[in-house]
C-alpha cells in the first residue's frame, strides 16, 4: 500500500517562500515519478509539477516556471516543492500524487493518479 504523507504548508506573505515535502512508502520510490498537485478553494485540482524517477527530468504548470522548483531525495524517500516568490493566487491546498505505472509523463490530469496524500494547505497573504 502507498502511502504519501505531505508537510511544509502555512501561512506566507506575498513575495515569500515555502519548501513542501513528501515522504512516500509502501514500494520502492526510486522506481517511480511523482507529482504535486494543488486545489484552490472553489477550484478543480490541478497539475503543478512532476519529476521522473531520477530527478533528471521536470516539468511545471506555466503559471510557476520560474518561481517553484520540483525535486526528489530518494535515498529519503522524498520529493520536495521549493517554492519562491509566492503570489496570493497561489493559496491552496497542495497534494502529492503518484501512479502505479512508472513512466513520467511531462503533463498529468488528476484522473490519472492513483495514489495521493492527504495535502498541506498554503496560504499567501497579500
Known amino acids: 500500500q502507498v502511502q504519501l504523507v505531505e508537510s511544509g504548508g502555512g501561512l506566507v506573505q506575498a513575495g515569500g517562500s515555502l519548501r513542501l515535502a513528501c515522504t512516500a512508502s509502501?514500494?520502492?520510490?526510486?522506481?517511480?515519478?511523482m507529482a504535486w498537485f494543488r486545489q484552490a478553494p472553489g477550484k478543480e485540482r490541478e497539475f503543478v509539477a512532476t519529476i521522473n524517477w531520477s530527478g533528471g527530468s521536470t516539468s511545471y504548470t506555466d503559471s510557476v516556471k520560474g518561481r517553484f522548483t520540483i525535486s526528489r531525495d530518494n535515498a529519503k524517500n522524498t520529493v520536495n516543492l521549493q517554492m519562491n516568490s509566492l503570489k496570493p493566487e497561489d493559496t491552496a491546498i497542495y497534494y502529492c500524487?503518484?501512479?502505479?505505472?512508472?513512466?513520467?509523463?511531462?503533463?498529468?490530469?488528476?484522473?490519472?493518479?492513483?495514489?495521493w496524500g492527504k495535502g498541506t494547505l498554503v496560504t499567501v497573504s497579500s
Open positions: 500524487a503518484t501512479r502505479s505505472r512508472s513512466s513520467y509523463t511531462a503533463y498529468l490530469l488528476p484522473g490519472s493518479m492513483d495514489y
Open positions: 509502501g514500494r520502492t520510490f526510486s522506481n517511480y515519478a
